[in-house]
T-cell receptor, first 112, second 117 residues
Framework: QKEVEQNSGPLSVPEGAIASLNCTYSDRGSQSFFWYRQYSGKSPELIMSIYSNGDKEDGRFTAQLNKASQYVSLLIRDSQPSDSATYLCAVITNTNAGKSTFGDGTTLTVKP | GAVVSQHPSRVICKSGTSVKIECRSLDFQATTMFWYRQFPKQSLMLMATSNEGSKATYEQGVEKDKFLINHASLTLSTLTVTSAHPEDSSFYIC?????????????FGSGTRLTVV
């Protein structure tokens, strides 16, 4: 079992729809959770971080964390073609000294 | 905000030569830098963790004599690919965390696309 698992996709949604990206992790000691966006040919950029159970909203993005289920998700409302990218889930545990473990990423395509 | 500069952005070199990639934190002290490699349509692969003033910690399967990492100051880490071969062609990306902020996510450099011919 991978430490951080994501559906590889591709996920395709129409413009204006809600895109839902999911991630599960195996280490119950995980404390910090992140979503990165990576455009093709570019390096990743941090878009959301979440540390406690519940929802965290930032503009059109909402991160959701459920530690009991070891599940973290990212919702993108009013999806735009510019949101088309690969989204990487990353997790930091107590024991790895700040080293993030990344999922393989989910590729999202938003169709005009 | 935290800015990480990575150079060069693109390099083409001949097989057997060495290539140095620089990663600089411009507005913060990067106590830890990470070096990743990413092949087309694949995920990030952590190569090594670099702490200022100490030897890098390499991930299993990464040859430390081939991928030389130096982190001599709090703002600069370098990765040297020695005796490069075509199979080393990849996208190399550094990331950095600042002191006391290791749980706050990474700032990535813009990446270096290495092509070995």
């Amino acid at each position: 079992q991978k430490e951080v698992e994501q559906n590889s996709g591709p996920l395709s949604v129409p413009e204006g729809a809600i895109a839902s990206l999911n991630c599960t992790y195996s280490d119950r000691g995980s404390q910090s959770f992140f979503w990165y966006r990576q455009y093709s040919g570019k390096s990743p950029e941090l878009i959301m971080s979440i540390y406690s159970n519940g929802d965290k909203e930032d503009g059109r993005f909402t991160a959701q964390l459920n530690k009991a289920s070891q599940y973290v998700s990212l919702l993108i409302r009013d999806s735009q073609p510019s949101d088309s990218a690969t989204y990487l889930c990353a997790v930091i545990t107590n024991t790895n000294a700040g080293k993030s473990t990344f999922g393989d990423g989910t590729t999202l395509t938003v169709k005009p | 905000g935290a800015v990480v500069s990575q150079h060069p952005s693109r390099v083409i070199c001949k097989s057997g030569t060495s290539v140095k990639i620089e990663c600089r934190s411009l507005d913060f002290q990067a106590t830890t830098m990470f070096w990743y490699r990413q092949f087309p349509k694949q995920s990030l692969m952590l190569m090594a963790t670099s702490n200022e003033g100490s030897k890098a910690t390499y991930e299993q399967g990464v040859e430390k004599d081939k991928f030389l990492i130096n982190h001599a100051s709090l703002t600069l880490s370098t990765l040297t690919v020695t005796s490069a071969h075509p199979e080393d062609s990849s996208f190399y990306i550094c990331s950095a965390t600042r002191r006391g902020h290791s749980n706050y996510g990474y700032t990535f450099g813009s990446g270096t696309r290495l092509t070995v011919v």
